[in-house]
């Protein structure tokens, strides 16, 4: 009489092809994506020309945003993240805004309520930094 042990060895063995069926749980999630890409078209302005990033630490800070027609800047009236230092003002004209996360300096932010972009990453991606000044 065989043991159970025997018996699931001869199985396996009589067989083979189980082997090849993956039977480890499947964690990636192929809808994830596709709730992500729904979620950044919903905050995005359809007419925007991109999302932009902090440059240094990646966080979005603009959903909305049109590019500049002669510099690579762009501008935008709704932005995330972002934080106007009122204290200063440059030009006599902008008030500098900085990262919240990093503290790096973005954009101004000019008296008709629009901010100018000069220093950040955009999707798709470009690399801009148009600053002279330390970050
Ligand atoms: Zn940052």
Known sequence: MKTVLEKADQQV???PDDDI???????YDPE????????VSEL????????????????RI????QKHTEYNQ????????????????????????????CGCRVAVYDQEEVYHFYHFIAEPLVVVNGSKSSC
């Open 13 to 15: 063995e009589s067989d």
């Open 21 to 27: 069926v993956d039977t480890a749980p499947d964690f």
């Open 32 to 39: 994830a994506d596709e709730r992500d890409a729904q979620w």
């Open 44 to 59: 995005m302005n359809e007419k925007s020309d991109a999302i932009l990033h902090c440059p240094l630490c990646f966080t």
């Open 62 to 65: 603009c959903y909305d945003c």
């Open 74 to 101: 762009y501008r935008a009236m709704f932005v995330f993240n972002l934080k106007v230092i009122k204290s200063e003002l440059l030009n006599k004209e902008y008030h500098p805004v900085e990262c919240r996360e």
